[in-house]
């Protein structure tokens, strides 16, 4: 009997892939051929060998799988698989793409809330900037009580540099208290808190002239606004001449 060769053929084969540093990758195809094809892997143009992140397997149904665990930056590239026996080969390519492995950080404050007071009726900013990765989710309390997204007069900023302000506008007297501003991402949590002072909003009080109430004696009036009426007229030498001459005085009342 003459025995029979079959070239091999893939009957199963991956496109192009993305995958995810530091994840399991698996690369799965299926070949057909007499004898049984061998199968090679190649990275770039260079043989894969097996060691501990990366396996050739075959299973019972004929699959072959090359298994990359975990992934790495450096298993990125073109890989082409070569199937040989006897009477010939078969191959494909494909390229797999390795996506980054997210940096994870805790959220740190760069700059934290700050005690501070305003008038009542005027505005006030509480403003701290906070970086993390991945950006941050911000949560603002009062007095341990969480302050939903919309109330009157409190709106709630933020930026891409890690800027976050909660405004009030116009400040009262029911807002004073303590203020807790929290940053949480995957990697962790932070707070901080500070206090807000409302002041009354005092007003000036402009002073009311004095009155003074006209009597039968302008002189002692001027005496009471400070006026020495002594010092007004000269020095008189004689007791007697200044007693006949304040007999002879008349009030006036231009004085």
């Known amino acids: 009997?003459?025995?029979?060769?079959?070239?091999?053929?893939?009957?199963?084969?991956?496109?192009?892939?993305?995958?995810?540093?530091?994840?399991?990758?698996?690369?799965?195809?299926?070949v057909s051929g007499l004898p049984t094809p061998d199968l090679m892997w190649?990275?770039?143009?260079?043989?894969?060998?097996?060691?501990?992140?990366?396996?050739?397997?075959?299973?019972?149904?004929?699959?072959?799988?090359?298994?990359?665990?975990?992934?790495?930056?450096?298993?990125?590239?073109?890989?082409?698989c070569i199937a040989t026996n006897r009477t010939g080969q078969n191959s494909f390519s494909l390229e797999l793409t390795v996506v980054a492995k997210e940096?994870?950080?805790?959220?740190?404050?760069?700059?934290?809330?700050?005690?501070?007071?305003?008038?009542?009726?005027?505005?006030?900013?509480?403003?701290?900037?906070?970086?993390?990765?991945?950006?941050?989710?911000?949560?603002?309390?009062?007095?341990?009580?969480?302050?939903?997204?919309?109330?009157?007069?409190?709106?709630?900023h933020q930026d891409t540099t890690g800027y976050v302000c909660l405004l009030i506008q116009p400040a009262k007297k029911a807002d004073a208290g303590w203020y807790t501003l929290s940053a949480k991402n995957e990697a962790g949590i932070v707070s901080c808190t500070a206090r807000l002072d409302i002041y009354a909003q005092w007003h000036q009080q402009i002073p009311q002239p004095i009155k003074y109430r006209p009597g039968g004696n302008r002189y002692a009036n001027l005496a009471g606004q400070g006026l020495d009426i002594f010092s007004a007229f000269p020095a008189v030498e004689s007791p007697m001449l200044f007693s006949s001459l304040s007999q002879n005085v008349v009030e006036s009342e231009e004085l």
Not at 11 to 28: F, K, S, T, Y
Not at 46 to 55: C, R, Y
């Open 42 to 80: 190649l990275l770039n143009g260079k043989p894969v060998l097996p060691d501990a992140t990366h396996k050739m397997l075959v299973r019972e149904n004929g699959i072959h799988s090359l298994l990359i665990d975990p992934l790495t930056q450096k298993d990125a590239g073109t890989y082409t």
């Open 1 to 30: 009997m003459q025995e029979r060769f079959f070239r091999p053929y893939f009957l199963q084969a991956p496109g192009d892939m993305v995958a995810h540093e530091g994840r399991l990758c698996r690369l799965d195809c299926k």
């Open 103 to 156: 940096v994870k950080k805790a959220p740190v404050f760069l700059e934290k809330l700050q005690n501070c007071g305003v008038p009542e009726g005027h505005p006030v900013r509480l403003e701290g900037r906070v970086i993390g990765m991945p950006p941050p989710m911000f949560y603002w309390k009062k007095d341990n009580e969480t302050i939903p997204a919309h109330r009157e007069r409190m709106s709630m």
